[in-house]
Protein backbone atom coordinates (compact mmCIF):
# COMPACT_ATOMS: atom_id res chain seq x y z
CA UNK A 1 0.00 0.00 0.00
CA UNK A 2 1.27 3.24 -1.42
CA UNK A 3 2.18 5.93 1.29
CA UNK A 4 0.06 9.53 1.30
CA UNK A 5 1.73 12.03 -0.82
CA UNK A 6 2.54 15.14 1.26
CA UNK A 7 0.60 18.32 1.25
CA UNK A 8 1.31 20.91 -1.53
CA UNK A 9 3.32 23.60 -0.04
CA UNK A 10 1.78 26.82 0.82
CA UNK A 11 1.71 29.48 -1.00
CA UNK A 12 2.20 32.99 0.46
CA UNK A 13 0.14 35.97 -0.34
CA UNK A 14 2.07 39.38 -1.14
CA UNK A 15 -0.14 41.29 -0.06
CA UNK A 16 0.70 39.91 2.99
CA UNK A 17 4.17 39.83 2.70
CA UNK A 18 5.21 43.55 1.66
CA UNK A 19 3.09 45.08 5.36
CA UNK A 20 5.55 43.31 7.16
CA UNK A 21 9.06 44.39 4.79
CA UNK A 22 7.71 47.97 4.76
CA UNK A 23 9.17 48.95 8.07
CA UNK A 24 12.26 47.18 6.89
CA UNK A 25 12.58 49.37 4.03
CA UNK A 26 11.79 52.29 5.38
CA UNK A 27 14.46 51.94 8.44
CA UNK A 28 16.87 51.56 5.82
CA UNK A 29 16.48 53.85 3.22
CA UNK A 30 15.96 56.61 6.84
CA UNK A 31 19.69 55.22 7.55
CA UNK A 32 20.91 55.59 4.13
CA UNK A 33 19.54 59.56 3.68
CA UNK A 34 21.34 60.65 7.23
CA UNK A 35 24.51 58.85 6.00
CA UNK A 36 24.55 60.49 3.01
CA UNK A 37 23.50 63.93 4.58
CA UNK A 38 26.05 63.89 7.45
CA UNK A 39 29.02 62.61 4.67
CA UNK A 40 31.52 65.45 4.20
CA UNK A 41 30.83 67.15 0.90
CA UNK A 42 33.91 68.51 -1.35
CA UNK A 43 35.02 72.11 -0.42
CA UNK A 44 34.39 74.41 -3.39
CA UNK A 45 38.13 75.96 -4.73
CA UNK A 46 39.32 78.01 -7.11
CA UNK A 47 42.41 76.91 -8.97
CA UNK A 48 44.95 78.01 -11.45
CA UNK A 49 48.00 76.51 -13.41
CA UNK A 50 51.43 76.26 -12.50
CA UNK A 51 52.80 77.40 -15.79
CA UNK A 52 56.46 78.78 -17.10
CA UNK A 53 56.20 82.37 -18.50
CA UNK A 54 57.64 86.10 -18.34
CA UNK A 55 57.91 87.31 -14.81
CA UNK A 56 58.12 91.27 -14.14
CA UNK A 57 58.42 92.96 -10.60
CA UNK A 58 57.77 96.77 -10.97
CA UNK A 59 57.83 99.38 -8.49
CA UNK A 60 54.96 101.74 -8.88
CA UNK A 61 54.98 105.51 -8.08
CA UNK A 62 53.77 108.70 -9.58
CA UNK A 63 55.86 111.01 -11.03
CA UNK A 64 56.09 114.68 -12.37
CA UNK A 65 57.57 115.49 -15.58
CA UNK A 66 60.36 118.61 -15.82
CA UNK A 67 62.24 120.44 -18.56
CA UNK A 68 65.75 118.79 -18.54
CA UNK A 69 67.51 122.43 -18.90
CA UNK A 70 66.35 125.49 -18.23
CA UNK A 71 67.54 129.00 -17.75
CA UNK A 72 66.47 131.17 -15.25
CA UNK A 73 67.25 135.14 -16.84
CA UNK A 74 68.06 137.46 -14.23
CA UNK A 75 68.57 141.73 -14.43
CA UNK A 76 72.11 141.73 -15.29
CA UNK A 77 72.67 144.77 -13.54
CA UNK A 78 69.87 147.00 -11.53
CA UNK A 79 67.72 149.80 -12.79
CA UNK A 80 64.26 150.63 -13.93
CA UNK A 81 62.50 147.42 -15.29
CA UNK A 82 59.82 148.11 -18.20
CA UNK A 83 57.02 146.52 -18.53
CA UNK A 84 57.50 143.07 -19.71
CA UNK A 85 54.94 142.14 -22.19
CA UNK A 86 55.40 138.14 -22.78
CA UNK A 87 53.67 135.18 -21.32
CA UNK A 88 54.01 131.84 -20.31
CA UNK A 89 54.02 129.81 -23.99
CA UNK A 90 56.19 132.11 -26.12
CA UNK A 91 58.65 130.85 -28.35
CA UNK A 92 61.91 132.43 -28.27
CA UNK A 93 65.33 132.37 -29.95
CA UNK A 94 68.36 132.38 -28.87
CA UNK A 95 70.12 136.56 -28.97
CA UNK A 96 67.37 137.91 -30.98
CA UNK A 97 64.39 137.67 -28.92
CA UNK A 98 64.42 141.08 -26.30
CA UNK A 99 62.89 139.51 -23.16
CA UNK A 100 63.41 142.64 -21.16
CA UNK A 101 64.90 146.57 -21.07
CA UNK A 102 66.56 147.92 -17.85
CA UNK A 103 67.16 151.25 -17.74
CA UNK A 104 70.06 152.35 -15.73
CA UNK A 105 70.68 155.48 -13.47
CA UNK A 106 74.00 155.57 -13.87
CA UNK A 107 75.35 155.11 -10.75
CA UNK A 108 75.68 151.49 -10.85
CA UNK A 109 78.08 151.58 -14.00
CA UNK A 110 80.05 154.37 -12.60
CA UNK A 111 81.21 152.96 -9.14
CA UNK A 112 84.45 152.00 -9.15
CA UNK A 113 83.64 148.58 -7.39
CA UNK A 114 81.07 147.83 -9.52
CA UNK A 115 83.77 148.49 -12.95
CA UNK A 116 85.75 145.65 -10.85
CA UNK A 117 82.83 143.38 -10.85
CA UNK A 118 82.19 143.59 -14.28
CA UNK A 119 85.45 143.27 -15.32
CA UNK A 120 85.87 140.09 -13.27
CA UNK A 121 82.65 138.67 -14.52
CA UNK A 122 83.81 138.73 -18.25
CA UNK A 123 86.82 136.98 -17.13
CA UNK A 124 84.97 134.18 -15.37
CA UNK A 125 81.99 134.26 -18.32
CA UNK A 126 84.81 133.64 -20.69
CA UNK A 127 86.87 131.30 -18.39
CA UNK A 128 83.61 129.28 -18.19
CA UNK A 129 82.34 129.54 -21.83
CA UNK A 130 86.12 127.81 -22.50
CA UNK A 131 85.08 125.20 -20.15
CA UNK A 132 81.78 124.53 -21.95
CA UNK A 133 83.63 124.47 -25.18
CA UNK A 134 85.67 121.51 -23.89
CA UNK A 135 83.08 119.99 -22.24
CA UNK A 136 80.44 120.32 -26.00
CA UNK A 137 84.26 118.46 -27.58
CA UNK A 138 84.04 115.74 -25.01
CA UNK A 139 80.29 114.72 -25.21
CA UNK A 140 80.20 115.31 -29.06
CA UNK A 141 83.11 113.26 -29.35
CA UNK A 142 81.43 110.39 -26.60
CA UNK A 143 78.23 110.53 -28.58
CA UNK A 144 79.84 109.89 -32.10
CA UNK A 145 81.88 106.78 -30.33
CA UNK A 146 78.68 105.17 -28.54
CA UNK A 147 75.84 105.78 -31.37
CA UNK A 148 79.07 104.01 -33.68
CA UNK A 149 79.22 100.89 -31.18
CA UNK A 150 75.29 100.46 -31.10
CA UNK A 151 74.84 100.70 -34.82
CA UNK A 152 77.75 97.90 -34.75
CA UNK A 153 75.87 95.97 -32.21
CA UNK A 154 72.51 96.24 -33.67
CA UNK A 155 73.66 94.62 -36.38
CA UNK A 156 75.45 91.67 -34.64
CA UNK A 157 71.59 91.52 -32.63
CA UNK A 158 69.58 91.61 -35.70
CA UNK A 159 71.80 88.63 -36.62
CA UNK A 160 71.43 86.77 -33.24
CA UNK A 161 75.01 86.76 -32.23
CA UNK A 162 74.41 89.28 -29.29
CA UNK A 163 71.95 88.87 -26.10
CA UNK A 164 69.48 90.96 -25.52
CA UNK A 165 71.19 92.49 -22.18
CA UNK A 166 74.40 93.78 -24.61
CA UNK A 167 72.01 95.50 -26.83
CA UNK A 168 69.91 97.24 -24.35
CA UNK A 169 72.92 98.34 -22.35
CA UNK A 170 74.58 99.68 -26.05
CA UNK A 171 71.35 101.41 -26.40
CA UNK A 172 70.94 102.90 -23.29
CA UNK A 173 74.84 104.44 -23.30
CA UNK A 174 73.91 105.90 -27.00
CA UNK A 175 70.70 107.68 -25.78
CA UNK A 176 72.40 108.93 -22.79
CA UNK A 177 75.60 110.23 -25.05
CA UNK A 178 73.20 112.11 -26.86
CA UNK A 179 71.41 113.78 -23.80
CA UNK A 180 74.56 114.73 -22.89
CA UNK A 181 75.61 116.34 -25.94
CA UNK A 182 72.17 118.03 -25.66
CA UNK A 183 72.84 119.47 -22.51
CA UNK A 184 76.29 120.04 -23.56
CA UNK A 185 75.17 122.18 -26.26
CA UNK A 186 72.77 124.15 -23.95
CA UNK A 187 75.58 124.91 -21.28
CA UNK A 188 77.92 126.29 -24.47
CA UNK A 189 74.60 128.52 -25.54
CA UNK A 190 74.41 129.88 -21.51
CA UNK A 191 78.22 130.18 -21.16
CA UNK A 192 78.15 132.76 -24.20
CA UNK A 193 75.12 134.51 -23.54
CA UNK A 194 76.44 135.25 -19.80
CA UNK A 195 79.79 136.72 -21.73
CA UNK A 196 78.01 138.50 -23.77
CA UNK A 197 75.87 140.36 -20.99
CA UNK A 198 79.31 140.67 -19.42
CA UNK A 199 80.64 142.30 -21.83
CA UNK A 200 77.50 144.69 -22.43
CA UNK A 201 77.84 145.45 -18.45
CA UNK A 202 81.21 146.13 -18.27
CA UNK A 203 81.07 148.27 -21.77
CA UNK A 204 78.29 150.59 -20.35
CA UNK A 205 80.55 151.43 -17.04
CA UNK A 206 83.28 153.37 -19.51
CA UNK A 207 80.45 155.67 -20.76
CA UNK A 208 78.92 158.47 -18.97
CA UNK A 209 75.36 157.88 -17.21
CA UNK A 210 73.95 160.16 -19.87
CA UNK A 211 75.04 158.63 -22.99
CA UNK A 212 74.43 154.99 -21.57
CA UNK A 213 71.65 153.56 -23.45
CA UNK A 214 69.16 151.20 -21.85
CA UNK A 215 70.20 147.50 -21.30
CA UNK A 216 68.33 144.46 -23.17
CA UNK A 217 68.39 141.30 -21.94
CA UNK A 218 67.91 138.93 -24.94
CA UNK A 219 66.63 135.18 -25.19
CA UNK A 220 70.66 132.88 -24.10
CA UNK A 221 68.75 130.03 -25.92
CA UNK A 222 66.43 129.04 -28.13
CA UNK A 223 63.12 127.47 -26.58
CA UNK A 224 59.42 128.72 -25.43
CA UNK A 225 58.78 130.91 -22.07
CA UNK A 226 58.15 128.88 -19.26
CA UNK A 227 56.88 131.02 -16.67
CA UNK A 228 57.52 134.75 -16.06
CA UNK A 229 58.15 136.10 -12.83
CA UNK A 230 58.11 139.72 -12.67
CA UNK A 231 56.00 141.24 -15.12
CA UNK A 232 55.21 144.98 -13.95
CA UNK A 233 57.74 148.03 -14.28
CA UNK A 234 60.05 148.40 -11.29
CA UNK A 235 62.82 148.95 -9.60
CA UNK A 236 65.28 146.01 -9.92
CA UNK A 237 68.76 145.04 -7.89
CA UNK A 238 71.78 143.45 -9.93
CA UNK A 239 70.54 139.46 -10.10
CA UNK A 240 66.93 139.53 -9.78
CA UNK A 241 65.08 137.00 -11.32
CA UNK A 242 62.86 138.32 -14.33
CA UNK A 243 61.87 134.21 -15.91
CA UNK A 244 62.48 130.44 -16.60
CA UNK A 245 63.27 129.68 -20.24
CA UNK A 246 63.31 126.10 -21.68
CA UNK A 247 62.72 123.82 -23.98
CA UNK A 248 59.35 122.27 -23.48
CA UNK A 249 59.94 119.18 -25.75
CA UNK A 250 63.01 118.56 -24.26
CA UNK A 251 61.43 116.67 -20.72
CA UNK A 252 62.92 114.19 -18.21
CA UNK A 253 61.13 112.49 -15.12
CA UNK A 254 61.70 112.89 -11.58
CA UNK A 255 59.49 109.50 -9.98
CA UNK A 256 59.97 109.87 -6.02
CA UNK A 257 60.27 106.18 -4.77
CA UNK A 258 60.91 104.84 -1.22
CA UNK A 259 64.38 104.34 -0.23
CA UNK A 260 64.37 100.67 0.19
CA UNK A 261 62.74 100.03 -3.34
CA UNK A 262 65.60 102.89 -4.77
CA UNK A 263 68.24 100.30 -3.77
CA UNK A 264 66.90 97.90 -6.32
CA UNK A 265 66.44 100.02 -9.18
CA UNK A 266 69.58 100.36 -11.73
CA UNK A 267 70.22 102.77 -14.09
CA UNK A 268 69.00 101.81 -17.79
CA UNK A 269 66.03 100.10 -16.33
CA UNK A 270 62.84 100.18 -18.13
CA UNK A 271 60.20 102.34 -17.41
CA UNK A 272 56.19 102.58 -18.21
CA UNK A 273 54.37 105.63 -17.58
CA UNK A 274 50.80 105.38 -17.81
CA UNK A 275 47.40 107.34 -17.07
CA UNK A 276 49.32 110.73 -18.44
CA UNK A 277 46.46 111.81 -20.48
CA UNK A 278 47.39 109.87 -23.70
CA UNK A 279 45.77 106.79 -25.04
CA UNK A 280 48.86 104.51 -24.79
CA UNK A 281 51.66 104.22 -22.08
CA UNK A 282 55.23 105.42 -22.79
CA UNK A 283 58.63 103.93 -22.52
CA UNK A 284 61.39 105.86 -20.90
CA UNK A 285 64.86 104.45 -19.27
CA UNK A 286 66.25 105.23 -15.69
CA UNK A 287 69.13 107.57 -15.94
CA UNK A 288 69.98 108.07 -12.07
CA UNK A 289 69.08 107.40 -9.09
CA UNK A 290 69.74 110.37 -6.80
CA UNK A 291 72.38 109.28 -3.82
CA UNK A 292 70.68 111.41 -1.00
CA UNK A 293 67.25 110.52 0.37
CA UNK A 294 65.10 112.96 2.12
CA UNK A 295 62.57 112.38 4.25
CA UNK A 296 58.53 112.81 3.77
CA UNK A 297 55.31 112.37 5.78
CA UNK A 298 53.10 109.94 4.40
CA UNK A 299 48.81 110.98 4.43
CA UNK A 300 48.96 108.67 7.28
CA UNK A 301 51.32 110.47 9.31
CA UNK A 302 54.38 108.08 9.35
CA UNK A 303 57.79 109.29 8.13
CA UNK A 304 59.00 108.01 5.01
CA UNK A 305 62.46 107.87 3.47
CA UNK A 306 62.56 108.37 -0.16
CA UNK A 307 64.74 109.22 -3.36
CA UNK A 308 64.66 110.64 -6.90
CA UNK A 309 64.76 108.55 -9.59
CA UNK A 310 65.62 110.39 -13.43
CA UNK A 311 64.72 108.58 -16.25
CA UNK A 312 64.69 110.32 -19.70
CA UNK A 313 62.10 109.32 -22.52
CA UNK A 314 63.00 106.68 -25.39
CA UNK A 315 60.50 106.84 -27.72
CA UNK A 316 59.47 109.91 -30.32
CA UNK A 317 58.91 113.48 -29.25
CA UNK A 318 55.69 113.30 -31.27
CA UNK A 319 53.63 110.34 -28.95
CA UNK A 320 54.07 113.00 -25.82
CA UNK A 321 53.93 116.43 -28.04
CA UNK A 322 50.67 117.31 -25.13
CA UNK A 323 53.06 116.56 -22.20
CA UNK A 324 54.95 120.03 -20.31
CA UNK A 325 56.91 121.04 -17.62
CA UNK A 326 55.40 119.66 -14.17
CA UNK A 327 52.92 117.22 -15.28
CA UNK A 328 51.66 114.49 -13.32
CA UNK A 329 52.41 110.62 -14.63
CA UNK A 330 52.19 107.39 -12.80
CA UNK A 331 55.29 104.84 -13.48
CA UNK A 332 56.63 101.61 -13.51
CA UNK A 333 60.29 101.15 -12.84
CA UNK A 334 61.23 97.36 -13.87
CA UNK A 335 63.50 96.29 -10.69
CA UNK A 336 63.74 92.68 -12.02
CA UNK A 337 62.60 90.89 -14.98
CA UNK A 338 62.77 87.34 -16.67
CA UNK A 339 61.66 86.13 -20.01
CA UNK A 340 61.25 82.53 -18.35
CA UNK A 341 60.64 81.78 -15.07
CA UNK A 342 58.29 78.77 -13.24
CA UNK A 343 55.22 81.34 -11.52
CA UNK A 344 52.21 80.69 -9.57
CA UNK A 345 50.03 82.79 -8.19
CA UNK A 346 50.54 85.00 -5.41
CA UNK A 347 47.01 84.52 -3.65
CA UNK A 348 47.60 80.81 -3.55
CA UNK A 349 50.87 81.17 -1.47
CA UNK A 350 50.97 81.76 2.66
CA UNK A 351 53.74 81.59 5.26
CA UNK A 352 52.88 78.93 8.01
CA UNK A 353 55.78 78.70 10.73
CA UNK A 354 57.79 80.86 8.86
CA UNK A 355 57.89 78.49 5.44
CA UNK A 356 56.05 79.12 2.19
CA UNK A 357 53.10 76.61 1.23
CA UNK A 358 50.43 76.30 -0.80
CA UNK A 359 47.44 73.49 -1.32
CA UNK A 360 48.21 71.52 -4.91
CA UNK A 361 44.83 69.82 -5.79
CA UNK A 362 45.70 66.15 -6.75
CA UNK A 363 42.72 63.43 -7.36
CA UNK A 364 39.80 65.50 -6.02
CA UNK A 365 41.94 66.13 -2.45
CA UNK A 366 44.11 69.03 -1.36
CA UNK A 367 48.11 68.21 -0.68
CA UNK A 368 49.88 70.75 0.96
CA UNK A 369 53.14 71.62 -0.68
CA UNK A 370 56.36 73.53 1.57
CA UNK A 371 57.41 75.97 -1.21
CA UNK A 372 60.71 77.88 -2.38
CA UNK A 373 59.71 81.35 -3.61
CA UNK A 374 61.53 84.11 -5.17
CA UNK A 375 60.69 87.78 -6.35
CA UNK A 376 56.84 88.66 -6.81
CA UNK A 377 55.15 91.51 -8.33
CA UNK A 378 51.91 91.08 -6.20
CA UNK A 379 50.40 89.05 -8.76
CA UNK A 380 52.07 86.28 -9.15
CA UNK A 381 55.04 84.69 -7.72
CA UNK A 382 58.62 83.74 -8.94
CA UNK A 383 58.53 79.57 -7.74
CA UNK A 384 62.29 78.09 -7.16
CA UNK A 385 61.34 74.52 -5.70
CA UNK A 386 58.41 72.70 -4.48
CA UNK A 387 55.91 73.06 -7.92
CA UNK A 388 56.12 71.51 -11.36
CA UNK A 389 54.62 73.49 -14.40
CA UNK A 390 51.04 72.21 -14.60
CA UNK A 391 50.39 71.48 -11.29
CA UNK A 392 46.91 72.86 -9.97
CA UNK A 393 46.94 75.46 -7.00
CA UNK A 394 44.40 76.31 -4.99
CA UNK A 395 43.92 79.84 -4.77
CA UNK A 396 42.68 82.02 -1.97
CA UNK A 397 42.20 78.28 -0.11
CA UNK A 398 39.59 79.06 3.57
CA UNK A 399 39.67 77.58 6.67
CA UNK A 400 37.48 74.07 5.27
CA UNK A 401 40.93 73.39 3.25
CA UNK A 402 43.50 71.02 5.19
CA UNK A 403 45.51 68.57 3.78
CA UNK A 404 43.56 65.51 2.85
CA UNK A 405 40.59 67.43 2.17
CA UNK A 406 38.05 66.69 -0.66
CA UNK A 407 37.59 69.98 -2.55
CA UNK A 408 35.59 70.59 -5.89
CA UNK A 409 37.23 72.96 -8.65
CA UNK A 410 34.89 75.71 -8.99
CA UNK A 411 37.09 77.08 -12.33
CA UNK A 412 40.02 76.36 -14.02
CA UNK A 413 41.97 78.47 -15.67
CA UNK A 414 45.78 79.06 -17.15
CA UNK A 415 47.96 81.84 -15.85
Given at each position: ????????????????????????????????LVVAGLWPRPVPVETAVVARGPLVVTVDEE?????????????????????????????????????????????????????????????????????????????????????????????????????????????????????????????????????????????????????????????????????????????????????????????????????????????????????????????????????????????????????????????????????????????????????????????????????????????????????????????????????????????????????????????????
Amino acid sequence: MNPPSPPPPAVKNPAAVWPRRLPRLGGGLLIALVVAGLWPRPVPVETAVVARGPLVVTVDEEGMTRVRNRYLVSAPVAGHLRRIDWKAGAPVGAGQTVLAVIEGGGADFLDARTQTQAEARVRTAGAARDAAAAQRERAAAADRMYLADYARLKELFAQKALSRQEFDAAQMRADMATQDTRTADFALKVAEYELEQAHAVLGRGAKPAADAAALTVTSPVDGMILRVLQESERLVPAGFPLMEIGDPTDLEIRIEVLSRDGVAIRPGARVMLERWGGPDPLAARVRLVEPAAFTKISALGVEEQRVYVVADFTGPSGTRAALGDGYRVEARIVAWESADTLRAPAGALFQRDGAWQCFVLEHGRARLANLKVGRSNGGETEVLAGLHPGDRVIVYPGDQVREGARVRPLTVGAR
